[in-house]
């Protein structure tokens, strides 16, 4: 099962980010890109309409995971796996702190 999950910069949807056979992806909306008022979601991700390819999950959207003592809180309430960065991101990253946040969804 792919995984998937919206990106959202300052609630305006700004593209998706997925894991794929080779890792993972991140990919600019189309509307979010050819809107000149709309800013990248990061300087590690200026705007482009090719898709961003890593085989590891980026450290930008890492970066964005809890830590400490509320990653261990978020983990025993969902019953998350520690080494799996990627769910983590998609189950508690709606509300981050910050301008970025990533929604989850399943394909």
Same mark, same amino acid.
């Given at each position: ?10 609630? +305006?949807?700004? &593209? @998706?980010?997925? @894991? /794929?056979?080779? &890792? =993972?992806?991140?990919? #600019?909306?189309? %509307? #979010?890109?050819?809107?000149?008022? =709309?800013?990248?979601? %990061? ?6 309409? @090719?898709? #961003? +390819? ?14 400490? *003592? ?6 025993? +309430? *969902? ?7 990627? &769910?983590?991101?998609?189950?508690? !990253?709606?509300? !981050?702190?910050?301008?970025? /946040?990533?929604?989850? @969804?399943?394909?």
């Amino acid at each position: 099962m792919n995984r998937k999950g919206k990106v959202f910069f300052r609630e +305006i949807f700004a &593209g @998706e980010i997925f @894991e /794929s056979e080779n &890792g =993972y992806v991140f990919q #600019y909306d189309e %509307s #979010y890109l050819n809107n000149n008022n =709309y800013p990248p979601i %990061s300087f590690t991700f200026p705007k482009q309409k @090719e898709a #961003y +390819i890593s085989k590891t999950l980026f450290p930008f959207f890492d970066g964005l995971i809890p830590e400490g *003592w509320l990653l261990n809180l978020t983990q025993n +309430i *969902w019953r998350l796996d520690r080494r799996d960065r990627f &769910g983590i991101l998609l189950t508690v !990253c709606e509300d !981050c702190i910050g301008a970025v /946040s990533v929604v989850g @969804e399943t394909k």
